[in-house]
């Protein structure tokens, strides 16, 4: 399968939410009218469409609460959120076909609420959280958090799965991570942390975190990587690995509702569309698992993925309802 080239050279994070907090400004202002040039901005990038959704919760946080009128008064406007899901249901069609994917298990929008810290998604759902500070989460499917909002720090205790924190620097109250026995603390930052049971990575996208474990101290920038195996109190701290960012596009490709390969096994790739679809794939030959597979994927669509991935490696995918089977 051709590779899709990579979207690594769009705008940074900062810029990127800087141009989505214009459009979600510009949409609020003309109500159910579609701004010039908004269609064309989403089709530039997959990036475009998520930031907007991000760009339009904060907004909300800032919108007066509407008053109750009398009976006899006309009919109560709809709110900025309602008009911002109304307008990306209407455009969500539009959108995809231009090339900018909303990410295709996306469940909800939630605003942070005092009580409502616990977050968790289901098989082939993801959520986006922002919180009442002005940081937000991704949530990736079969993920469970919590988060702390206390006094002098803010804290999410992740529990299991895979999140992308875009996090708002305040140096009087740390914003951390807490993942089993790995601490992460933010230092202006957007990052990643995947919990797999005892198995911590952490990726740095843009900014720096400090991590905090039972063998040490660690300090990772952008561009950098960690993986703790549940035993760094026995072996020590792990080394950082530098990354490229078209590996850092293809690790947080999920936030776009898709998986992309270069050259990963097909049994781990497989591994990852099981996490995010009820109908599961499995192959019947084990020595299928170790051969390679490039492309970009849905990941939503676990048929589509299996029907290209038997014939990149020379086999057939056969769906009984249940399961599909890939096999020589």
Not at 284 to 296: I, R
Not at 298 to 311: E, I, K, N
């Amino acid at each position: 399968m051709t590779k899709e080239a990579s979207h690594s050279d769009g705008p940074s994070p900062s810029t990127l939410e800087g141009e989505a907090a214009r459009w979600a400004a510009a949409l609020d202002a003309k109500a159910d009218e579609t701004p010039e040039g908004l269609d064309a901005w989403l089709a530039q990038n997959p990036r475009h469409a998520g930031a907007l959704l991000r760009a339009q919760a904060t907004l909300a946080l800032f919108t007066p609460p509407l008053q109750l009128v009398p009976e006899a008064e006309p009919e109560t406007p709809p709110s900025l959120s309602q008009r911002a899901i109304g307008w990306l249901t209407r455009h969500r069609m539009r959108v995809a076909s231009g090339g900018a994917l909303i990410a295709a298990g996306i469940a909800g929008l939630l605003l942070y609420a005092p009580g409502a810290d616990r977050y968790a998604t289901g098989t082939g759902e993801m959520r986006q959280v922002t919180l009442a500070e002005g940081s937000s989460l991704s949530l990736d499917t079969q993920t469970s958090l919590k988060v702390e909002m206390e006094s002098d720090a803010r804290v999410v205790k992740l529990a299991e799965g895979r999140t992308l924190l875009r996090v708002r620097h305040d140096a009087t109250r740390p914003f951390r991570v807490k993942a089993g026995a790995i601490t992460i603390t933010d230092i202006g930052t957007v990052f990643q942390v995947i919990r797999r049971g005892d198995a911590v990575t952490v990726l740095v996208s843009e900014g720096m975190v400090e991590i905090t474990a039972p063998g040490g101290k660690l300090r990772l920038g952008a561009g950098q990587t960690a993986s703790f195996d549940g035993k760094a109190n026995l072996g020590g701290m792990p080394e950082a690995q530098t990354v490229s960012p078209a590996s850092i596009e293809r690790a947080t490709a999920w936030t776009n509702g898709r998986i992309e390969l270069d050259g990963e096994r097909l049994d781990a790739a497989i591994d990852e569309m099981n996490r995010h679809n009820q109908l599961k794939i499995t192959l019947t030959d084990p020595a299928l698992g170790a051969e390679k597979l490039y492309g970009a994927f849905r990941l939503d669509d676990p048929s589509g993925f299996a029907r290209t991935a038997a014939l990149s490696v020379g086999a057939q995918a056969r769906d009984s309802g249940e399961t599909i089977r890939i096999t020589k």
